[in-house]
């Protein structure tokens, strides 16, 4: 937007005896004023796409249903460029399968996504749903290859998302160590502060932690800024029944590819921790949050260091209709000014 001023700074189309003798060298004031009406119908879209936040998200999709539901709240926000997904923790082809048929079915068909180092196995019946999937956006190149390229190719931008455990993004860090300051933050869902999984008023030791506490040492340690989204604002968050229902008739592509994957996973209510990792990307007023000293122990607990001097943001009090209200805007658009009685069917 800077050119504008510059270009229409007093001139008003007429020649001066200066500008004529100008002319040979420098735009002519009809040339600016063509300029600034080009300038001026540049679609929206393109003024808009400069100002998205370049993300790269990196998941254990396929396991719990949380992860799709993330990605489907990434591919219907407009604020995020995805730059590309990576996959950590077990079968990481499969998962890598199923991440880029989603994003397919979404309509981000040019997004590459590449699989981390597999781990132990682990159950993921939702990887069925992406079988023989094939894609030139599945790439050769490992998860850690991919994202320290997508980094360096814009140093200081790059926001990535963590929704699975940090073995991916301790591996990048350990790789390269001057690549710490290029990444412009770490926004994860993980931890646990001063509750549990069931309300318990007290920490335990989250999954994406606990399943690889050197690797969270390794991001906590590292400089990276880093936007903590712990169990404290998101164990609560259960897609109960209306809300699923409004997800599940929204009939689109992405909606239906969820609805499947929901029954492929098979449980009932699905909490969604990774999808507000996102959208607190997006939105940071969702949550409170302070600056706090985080230390990872040998069994996966995220302790409060205090009277060390703070390394990441963790968001600690949430509201669960704010976040939801949000949710459902994006991902379920279309129901939003339905009848009360449709979204009120029996449990
Ligand atoms: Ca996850």
Redesign the pocket.
Known sequence: MALLPVLLDGRDGRATPDMAKESSTRPTSRMKTILCFALLLMPAAAWAARRKIPVLVD???G??I??AF?LALVARSPELQLLGVTTVSGDTQARARLAAKLLWVAGLRRVPVAAGTPGKPLPMEQTRWAKGFRSPELLREGAVTFLRSEILRRPGQVTIIA??PLTNLAALLKSDRALAPKIRRIVM?GGSIARGYDDERRPVAE??IASDPAAAQVVFSSGVPILMCPLDVTAMLQLRHEARHRIFTELTPLTDALTLLYHLWNQRTPTL??PMAVAMVIEPSLCQTERLAIRVDAQGFTRVAKGEPPNATVALHTDPAKFFQFYLSRVAPEKASAPTALLQLPR
Request: glycine share 6%; hydrophobic share 35%.
């Open positions: 998941t254990d999709i396991t719990d949380d992860d993330a929704i699975g869902m999954y994406n921790f990774d």
